[in-house]
Protein backbone atom coordinates (compact mmCIF):
# COMPACT_ATOMS: atom_id res chain seq x y z
CA UNK A 1 0.00 0.00 0.00
CA UNK A 2 1.40 3.89 -1.04
CA UNK A 3 0.25 6.45 0.94
CA UNK A 4 -0.20 9.82 -1.51
CA UNK A 5 0.01 13.77 0.24
CA UNK A 6 -3.32 15.58 -0.48
CA UNK A 7 -2.25 18.49 -3.06
CA UNK A 8 -2.57 22.18 -2.25
CA UNK A 9 -5.69 21.80 -5.22
CA UNK A 10 -7.28 19.51 -3.46
CA UNK A 11 -7.09 21.36 0.05
CA UNK A 12 -8.62 24.78 -1.68
CA UNK A 13 -11.36 23.09 -3.26
CA UNK A 14 -12.53 21.23 -0.53
CA UNK A 15 -11.61 24.30 1.70
CA UNK A 16 -13.96 26.41 -1.14
CA UNK A 17 -16.78 24.07 -1.07
CA UNK A 18 -17.19 22.88 2.35
CA UNK A 19 -15.89 26.08 4.83
CA UNK A 20 -13.66 23.64 6.33
CA UNK A 21 -9.92 24.81 6.58
CA UNK A 22 -8.87 21.27 5.42
CA UNK A 23 -5.63 20.09 6.79
CA UNK A 24 -2.87 19.35 4.03
CA UNK A 25 -1.18 16.63 5.67
CA UNK A 26 -4.47 13.71 4.76
CA UNK A 27 -3.07 10.93 2.72
CA UNK A 28 -5.07 8.81 0.72
CA UNK A 29 -4.18 5.66 -0.94
CA UNK A 30 -2.89 5.03 -4.49
CA UNK A 31 -4.23 2.30 -6.29
CA UNK A 32 -4.91 0.87 -9.72
CA UNK A 33 -6.41 3.04 -12.28
CA UNK A 34 -9.98 1.44 -12.25
CA UNK A 35 -10.54 1.45 -8.97
CA UNK A 36 -8.05 4.83 -8.18
CA UNK A 37 -10.47 6.90 -8.34
CA UNK A 38 -13.21 5.17 -6.00
CA UNK A 39 -10.95 4.97 -3.31
CA UNK A 40 -9.81 8.45 -3.32
CA UNK A 41 -13.77 9.76 -3.09
CA UNK A 42 -14.54 7.40 -0.48
CA UNK A 43 -11.31 8.58 1.53
CA UNK A 44 -12.38 12.32 0.94
CA UNK A 45 -15.99 11.55 1.87
CA UNK A 46 -14.35 9.59 5.52
CA UNK A 47 -12.27 12.42 5.70
CA UNK A 48 -15.42 15.51 5.99
CA UNK A 49 -17.77 12.86 8.11
CA UNK A 50 -14.64 12.92 10.40
CA UNK A 51 -14.33 16.70 10.18
CA UNK A 52 -18.16 16.79 10.90
CA UNK A 53 -17.75 15.96 14.26
CA UNK A 54 -15.03 18.25 15.03
CA UNK A 55 -16.92 21.31 13.09
CA UNK A 56 -20.68 20.64 15.58
CA UNK A 57 -19.72 21.45 19.25
CA UNK A 58 -18.55 24.76 19.31
CA UNK A 59 -17.69 26.83 22.68
CA UNK A 60 -17.51 30.67 23.58
CA UNK A 61 -15.94 30.77 27.36
CA UNK A 62 -17.81 28.13 29.19
CA UNK A 63 -20.55 28.07 26.90
CA UNK A 64 -21.26 25.15 24.75
CA UNK A 65 -23.69 24.11 21.96
CA UNK A 66 -23.90 21.04 20.49
CA UNK A 67 -25.50 21.12 16.86
CA UNK A 68 -26.64 18.26 15.12
CA UNK A 69 -29.31 17.18 12.34
CA UNK A 70 -29.36 15.67 8.47
CA UNK A 71 -31.96 15.03 5.47
CA UNK A 72 -33.93 12.04 4.78
CA UNK A 73 -33.98 10.17 2.66
CA UNK A 74 -30.42 10.32 2.12
CA UNK A 75 -30.54 8.32 -1.96
CA UNK A 76 -31.68 11.39 -3.95
CA UNK A 77 -32.13 11.87 -7.70
CA UNK A 78 -29.08 13.67 -9.38
CA UNK A 79 -30.82 16.01 -10.91
CA UNK A 80 -34.37 16.13 -10.51
CA UNK A 81 -35.90 17.15 -6.58
CA UNK A 82 -37.44 14.55 -4.46
CA UNK A 83 -39.25 15.44 -1.31
CA UNK A 84 -36.77 15.23 2.15
CA UNK A 85 -37.47 15.83 5.79
CA UNK A 86 -34.92 18.15 7.92
CA UNK A 87 -34.05 17.37 11.60
CA UNK A 88 -32.10 20.05 13.14
CA UNK A 89 -31.20 19.97 16.85
CA UNK A 90 -29.32 21.85 19.37
CA UNK A 91 -27.94 21.90 22.73
CA UNK A 92 -26.76 24.62 25.09
CA UNK A 93 -24.89 23.48 28.04
CA UNK A 94 -22.62 25.26 30.83
CA UNK A 95 -18.90 23.80 31.93
CA UNK A 96 -20.19 24.87 35.75
CA UNK A 97 -23.00 23.61 35.19
CA UNK A 98 -24.79 26.75 36.30
CA UNK A 99 -27.76 28.00 33.97
CA UNK A 100 -26.63 29.45 30.34
CA UNK A 101 -27.81 32.99 29.36
CA UNK A 102 -31.32 33.76 27.58
CA UNK A 103 -31.58 32.72 23.60
CA UNK A 104 -31.89 36.09 21.97
CA UNK A 105 -31.82 35.21 18.31
CA UNK A 106 -31.65 31.81 16.61
CA UNK A 107 -30.62 31.17 12.43
CA UNK A 108 -30.92 28.28 9.88
CA UNK A 109 -29.25 28.27 7.01
CA UNK A 110 -30.25 25.70 4.42
CA UNK A 111 -27.90 24.68 1.27
CA UNK A 112 -29.15 26.13 -1.75
CA UNK A 113 -29.46 22.98 -2.83
CA UNK A 114 -32.77 22.74 -0.62
CA UNK A 115 -35.86 23.78 -1.89
CA UNK A 116 -38.93 25.51 0.44
CA UNK A 117 -42.49 25.30 -1.69
CA UNK A 118 -45.55 26.65 0.16
CA UNK A 119 -47.85 27.73 -3.15
CA UNK A 120 -51.09 25.62 -2.34
CA UNK A 121 -50.23 25.34 1.18
CA UNK A 122 -53.31 27.15 3.49
CA UNK A 123 -51.45 29.29 6.09
CA UNK A 124 -52.03 30.11 10.20
CA UNK A 125 -52.37 33.38 11.39
CA UNK A 126 -50.41 33.74 15.30
CA UNK A 127 -53.61 35.49 16.60
CA UNK A 128 -55.25 31.85 16.43
CA UNK A 129 -52.45 29.73 18.12
CA UNK A 130 -52.14 32.78 21.15
CA UNK A 131 -52.11 31.60 24.14
CA UNK A 132 -53.45 28.12 23.31
CA UNK A 133 -52.65 24.76 23.90
CA UNK A 134 -50.50 22.18 21.12
CA UNK A 135 -54.22 20.30 20.62
CA UNK A 136 -56.19 24.28 20.33
CA UNK A 137 -53.59 25.03 17.77
CA UNK A 138 -53.45 22.19 16.09
CA UNK A 139 -57.20 22.74 15.56
CA UNK A 140 -57.12 26.05 14.59
CA UNK A 141 -54.04 25.55 11.94
CA UNK A 142 -53.76 21.55 11.23
CA UNK A 143 -53.71 22.24 7.53
CA UNK A 144 -50.74 24.50 7.92
CA UNK A 145 -48.73 22.49 9.52
CA UNK A 146 -45.31 21.70 8.41
CA UNK A 147 -43.16 20.29 11.29
CA UNK A 148 -43.25 19.04 15.12
CA UNK A 149 -40.79 19.33 17.90
CA UNK A 150 -39.62 19.47 21.52
CA UNK A 151 -37.96 21.72 23.96
CA UNK A 152 -35.92 21.13 26.80
CA UNK A 153 -35.87 24.84 28.95
CA UNK A 154 -35.53 26.43 32.97
CA UNK A 155 -36.97 29.18 34.40
CA UNK A 156 -35.69 31.32 37.07
CA UNK A 157 -37.42 33.79 38.77
CA UNK A 158 -35.29 35.95 40.83
CA UNK A 159 -34.17 34.67 44.27
CA UNK A 160 -35.92 31.47 43.41
CA UNK A 161 -34.71 27.96 42.39
CA UNK A 162 -34.57 27.32 38.70
CA UNK A 163 -37.09 24.93 37.54
CA UNK A 164 -37.31 22.69 34.68
CA UNK A 165 -39.92 23.74 31.62
CA UNK A 166 -40.65 21.02 28.86
CA UNK A 167 -43.15 20.38 26.19
CA UNK A 168 -43.96 20.57 22.23
CA UNK A 169 -43.22 22.83 19.33
CA UNK A 170 -45.56 22.86 16.22
CA UNK A 171 -44.47 24.58 13.26
CA UNK A 172 -47.16 26.08 10.98
CA UNK A 173 -46.89 27.74 7.85
CA UNK A 174 -46.84 31.47 7.76
CA UNK A 175 -47.25 34.69 5.97
CA UNK A 176 -45.92 37.53 8.01
CA UNK A 177 -44.93 41.02 6.63
CA UNK A 178 -46.27 39.55 3.29
CA UNK A 179 -43.22 37.02 3.36
CA UNK A 180 -42.99 33.78 3.83
CA UNK A 181 -42.60 32.41 7.31
CA UNK A 182 -42.96 29.46 9.99
CA UNK A 183 -45.20 30.30 12.73
CA UNK A 184 -43.06 28.11 15.95
CA UNK A 185 -46.05 27.34 18.90
CA UNK A 186 -44.09 26.37 21.84
CA UNK A 187 -46.52 24.76 24.79
CA UNK A 188 -45.70 22.78 28.01
CA UNK A 189 -47.95 21.85 30.31
CA UNK A 190 -45.49 20.99 33.02
CA UNK A 191 -45.02 22.73 35.95
CA UNK A 192 -48.21 24.87 34.93
CA UNK A 193 -49.08 25.41 31.67
CA UNK A 194 -46.87 27.89 29.31
CA UNK A 195 -47.40 28.87 25.82
CA UNK A 196 -45.27 31.28 22.98
CA UNK A 197 -45.37 31.54 19.58
CA UNK A 198 -41.75 32.44 17.84
CA UNK A 199 -41.67 33.88 13.90
CA UNK A 200 -39.26 32.22 11.60
CA UNK A 201 -38.93 34.49 8.90
CA UNK A 202 -37.56 33.16 5.99
CA UNK A 203 -35.90 34.84 3.26
CA UNK A 204 -33.42 33.65 -0.03
CA UNK A 205 -30.06 34.68 0.02
CA UNK A 206 -26.87 33.84 -1.83
CA UNK A 207 -24.15 32.04 -1.56
CA UNK A 208 -23.66 28.09 -0.48
CA UNK A 209 -26.70 28.80 1.64
CA UNK A 210 -29.43 29.82 -0.43
CA UNK A 211 -32.81 29.98 2.38
CA UNK A 212 -31.91 31.64 5.68
CA UNK A 213 -35.08 31.14 8.30
CA UNK A 214 -34.31 33.41 11.11
CA UNK A 215 -36.04 34.43 14.55
CA UNK A 216 -35.89 36.71 17.80
CA UNK A 217 -36.66 35.67 20.85
CA UNK A 218 -36.52 38.92 23.15
CA UNK A 219 -37.07 39.46 26.62
CA UNK A 220 -40.09 40.38 26.67
CA UNK A 221 -41.20 36.74 25.72
CA UNK A 222 -38.36 34.80 26.97
CA UNK A 223 -37.52 37.13 30.40
CA UNK A 224 -36.62 34.64 32.79
CA UNK A 225 -36.15 31.31 30.61
CA UNK A 226 -33.42 29.66 29.14
CA UNK A 227 -33.33 27.49 26.74
CA UNK A 228 -31.15 23.49 27.17
CA UNK A 229 -32.30 21.81 24.15
CA UNK A 230 -34.49 22.18 21.17
CA UNK A 231 -35.30 19.51 18.25
CA UNK A 232 -36.97 20.52 15.13
CA UNK A 233 -38.42 18.02 12.35
CA UNK A 234 -39.51 19.98 9.14
CA UNK A 235 -41.80 17.58 6.55
CA UNK A 236 -44.85 17.94 5.01
CA UNK A 237 -46.44 16.82 1.37
CA UNK A 238 -49.81 17.94 0.37
CA UNK A 239 -52.08 18.32 -2.81
CA UNK A 240 -52.62 21.27 -5.01
CA UNK A 241 -54.53 21.22 -7.82
CA UNK A 242 -54.64 17.29 -8.67
CA UNK A 243 -51.02 17.72 -8.21
CA UNK A 244 -48.51 16.41 -4.92
CA UNK A 245 -46.06 19.03 -3.70
CA UNK A 246 -43.12 18.84 -0.91
CA UNK A 247 -42.63 21.68 1.65
CA UNK A 248 -38.95 20.35 1.49
CA UNK A 249 -37.53 18.91 -1.45
CA UNK A 250 -33.81 18.71 -2.87
CA UNK A 251 -31.76 16.98 -4.74
CA UNK A 252 -27.68 14.82 -4.81
CA UNK A 253 -25.46 17.05 -6.41
CA UNK A 254 -22.59 14.68 -6.70
CA UNK A 255 -20.10 15.34 -9.21
CA UNK A 256 -20.58 13.68 -12.76
CA UNK A 257 -19.28 9.81 -12.33
CA UNK A 258 -19.31 10.07 -8.63
CA UNK A 259 -22.24 8.27 -6.55
CA UNK A 260 -21.91 10.01 -3.48
CA UNK A 261 -22.27 14.09 -2.31
CA UNK A 262 -20.71 15.54 0.11
CA UNK A 263 -21.97 19.57 1.24
CA UNK A 264 -22.85 21.34 3.28
CA UNK A 265 -26.33 20.61 5.37
CA UNK A 266 -27.02 23.88 7.13
CA UNK A 267 -24.92 26.47 9.31
CA UNK A 268 -27.11 27.34 12.71
CA UNK A 269 -26.29 30.00 14.81
CA UNK A 270 -27.56 31.02 18.62
CA UNK A 271 -27.10 34.48 19.76
CA UNK A 272 -27.18 34.89 23.91
CA UNK A 273 -28.14 37.56 25.90
CA UNK A 274 -24.95 38.13 27.24
CA UNK A 275 -24.02 38.63 23.19
CA UNK A 276 -22.32 35.50 22.88
CA UNK A 277 -22.47 34.37 19.19
CA UNK A 278 -21.97 30.48 18.44
CA UNK A 279 -22.73 28.65 15.25
CA UNK A 280 -21.43 25.95 13.03
CA UNK A 281 -21.83 24.42 9.55
CA UNK A 282 -23.27 20.54 9.57
CA UNK A 283 -21.78 18.41 6.84
CA UNK A 284 -23.80 15.75 5.12
CA UNK A 285 -23.46 13.30 2.69
CA UNK A 286 -26.41 11.84 -0.11
CA UNK A 287 -26.15 9.31 -2.63
CA UNK A 288 -27.20 9.32 -6.03
CA UNK A 289 -30.49 7.51 -6.69
CA UNK A 290 -30.83 5.13 -9.70
Given at each position: ?????????????????????????????????????????????????????????????????????????????????????????????????????????????????????????????????????????????????????????????????????????????????????????????????????????????????????????????????????????????????????????ASCGAPQGASIGVFPF????????????LASTLIRTCTVRK
Open positions: MVLVYLQKSHKSRLTEYTGIDVSPRVLIMRAPKRIGATLVGLALTLFLVASLANAELVERGNLFVKFAGGIAPTKLPRLANAPISVRVDGTVRTLSGERPPALRFISIAINRGGRIETKGLPTCQRSHIAAASSAQALEACRGALVGRGRYLAGVAFPEQDAFPLQGQVLAFNAVVDGERAILAHVYGANPFPNSRTFVFHIRKSQGTFGTSLTAALPAALNRNGYLKRIVLDLSRDYVYRGRKHSYLSVRVGMTFSDGRK
